[in-house]
Protein backbone atom coordinates (compact mmCIF):
# COMPACT_ATOMS: atom_id res chain seq x y z
CA UNK A 1 0.00 0.00 0.00
CA UNK A 2 1.28 3.50 -0.68
CA UNK A 3 0.20 7.16 0.40
CA UNK A 4 0.21 10.36 -1.19
CA UNK A 5 0.11 13.84 -0.08
CA UNK A 6 -0.47 16.79 -2.55
CA UNK A 7 1.16 19.92 -2.27
CA UNK A 8 1.97 23.02 -4.03
CA UNK A 9 -1.47 24.26 -4.86
CA UNK A 10 -2.63 27.85 -5.14
CA UNK A 11 -4.20 30.99 -6.83
CA UNK A 12 -2.20 32.12 -10.23
CA UNK A 13 -3.19 33.99 -12.42
CA UNK A 14 -4.12 33.25 -16.34
CA UNK A 15 -0.47 32.71 -18.11
CA UNK A 16 1.47 31.75 -15.16
CA UNK A 17 2.79 28.45 -13.62
CA UNK A 18 2.41 26.16 -10.52
CA UNK A 19 4.29 22.80 -10.06
CA UNK A 20 2.47 20.38 -7.70
CA UNK A 21 3.84 18.05 -5.99
CA UNK A 22 3.33 14.31 -4.56
CA UNK A 23 5.01 12.84 -1.60
CA UNK A 24 4.91 9.10 -1.97
CA UNK A 25 5.42 6.47 1.13
CA UNK A 26 4.42 2.98 2.43
CA UNK A 27 5.68 1.34 -0.20
CA UNK A 28 8.22 0.42 -3.30
CA UNK A 29 7.70 3.52 -5.16
CA UNK A 30 9.40 2.31 -8.42
CA UNK A 31 6.74 -0.59 -8.49
CA UNK A 32 3.89 2.21 -9.27
CA UNK A 33 2.34 3.99 -12.70
CA UNK A 34 1.61 7.79 -11.33
CA UNK A 35 -1.26 9.90 -12.74
CA UNK A 36 -2.58 13.08 -12.03
CA UNK A 37 -6.77 13.31 -12.31
CA UNK A 38 -8.56 16.76 -11.44
CA UNK A 39 -12.26 17.45 -10.91
CA UNK A 40 -13.76 20.78 -11.43
CA UNK A 41 -16.99 21.83 -9.97
CA UNK A 42 -19.79 20.08 -10.69
CA UNK A 43 -17.80 17.52 -13.36
CA UNK A 44 -16.53 14.29 -13.52
CA UNK A 45 -13.03 13.50 -13.06
CA UNK A 46 -10.59 14.16 -15.69
CA UNK A 47 -7.78 12.26 -16.41
CA UNK A 48 -4.41 15.34 -17.22
CA UNK A 49 -1.31 13.23 -17.44
CA UNK A 50 0.28 9.52 -16.35
CA UNK A 51 3.98 8.31 -16.11
CA UNK A 52 4.90 4.74 -15.94
CA UNK A 53 6.41 2.76 -13.27
CA UNK A 54 9.71 3.60 -14.86
CA UNK A 55 9.58 7.08 -16.08
CA UNK A 56 10.41 5.81 -19.80
CA UNK A 57 6.47 6.88 -20.35
CA UNK A 58 4.29 9.85 -20.26
CA UNK A 59 0.21 10.77 -21.56
CA UNK A 60 -1.62 13.44 -21.25
CA UNK A 61 -4.75 14.89 -22.05
CA UNK A 62 -5.18 16.60 -25.20
CA UNK A 63 -5.99 20.18 -23.56
CA UNK A 64 -2.61 20.01 -21.20
CA UNK A 65 -0.50 18.60 -24.29
CA UNK A 66 3.04 20.97 -24.16
CA UNK A 67 1.62 23.07 -21.12
CA UNK A 68 1.73 20.21 -18.18
CA UNK A 69 4.75 18.13 -17.79
CA UNK A 70 4.93 15.16 -15.20
CA UNK A 71 8.30 13.65 -13.43
CA UNK A 72 9.44 11.73 -10.72
CA UNK A 73 12.46 11.91 -8.57
CA UNK A 74 13.18 8.18 -7.32
CA UNK A 75 15.86 9.50 -4.54
CA UNK A 76 13.12 11.40 -2.69
CA UNK A 77 9.72 9.08 -4.04
CA UNK A 78 7.95 12.29 -5.46
CA UNK A 79 5.94 12.85 -8.51
CA UNK A 80 5.25 16.22 -10.18
CA UNK A 81 3.28 18.09 -12.50
CA UNK A 82 4.90 21.25 -14.15
CA UNK A 83 1.75 23.26 -15.52
CA UNK A 84 2.81 26.41 -17.81
CA UNK A 85 0.80 28.67 -19.62
CA UNK A 86 -2.21 28.02 -16.99
CA UNK A 87 -5.80 28.79 -18.09
CA UNK A 88 -9.58 29.66 -15.87
CA UNK A 89 -10.69 26.37 -17.30
CA UNK A 90 -7.43 24.25 -15.64
CA UNK A 91 -9.15 25.44 -12.23
CA UNK A 92 -9.70 21.70 -10.10
CA UNK A 93 -8.53 20.14 -7.29
CA UNK A 94 -5.88 17.90 -8.16
CA UNK A 95 -5.31 14.50 -7.04
CA UNK A 96 -2.46 12.21 -7.24
CA UNK A 97 -2.71 8.81 -7.94
CA UNK A 98 -0.79 5.26 -8.48
CA UNK A 99 -1.78 2.23 -8.84
CA UNK A 100 0.54 -0.96 -9.60
CA UNK A 101 1.35 -3.55 -12.58
CA UNK A 102 -0.56 -1.28 -15.40
CA UNK A 103 -0.05 1.78 -17.35
CA UNK A 104 -3.27 3.67 -17.60
CA UNK A 105 -4.95 6.51 -18.40
CA UNK A 106 -8.72 5.61 -16.53
CA UNK A 107 -8.73 7.13 -13.88
CA UNK A 108 -11.46 4.09 -11.95
CA UNK A 109 -8.19 2.09 -12.38
CA UNK A 110 -5.83 3.56 -9.97
CA UNK A 111 -5.83 2.17 -6.48
CA UNK A 112 -4.16 4.78 -4.06
CA UNK A 113 -5.42 8.64 -4.10
CA UNK A 114 -4.36 11.57 -2.80
CA UNK A 115 -6.38 14.01 -0.73
CA UNK A 116 -6.16 16.90 -3.31
CA UNK A 117 -4.77 20.05 -4.19
CA UNK A 118 -6.62 22.80 -5.37
CA UNK A 119 -5.54 25.22 -8.11
CA UNK A 120 -7.19 28.24 -8.99
CA UNK A 121 -6.56 30.27 -11.82
CA UNK A 122 -7.93 33.42 -12.00
CA UNK A 123 -7.48 37.25 -12.56
Known amino acids: EVQLVESGGGLVQPGGSLRLSCAAS????????MSWVRQAPGKEREFVAA????????RYVDSVQGRFTISKNNANDTVYLRMNSLKPEDTAVYYC????????????????WGQGTQVTVSS
Open 97 to 112: AAVAGIFTTTPARYTF
Open 26 to 33: GSTFDDYA
Open 51 to 58: LSWNGYST
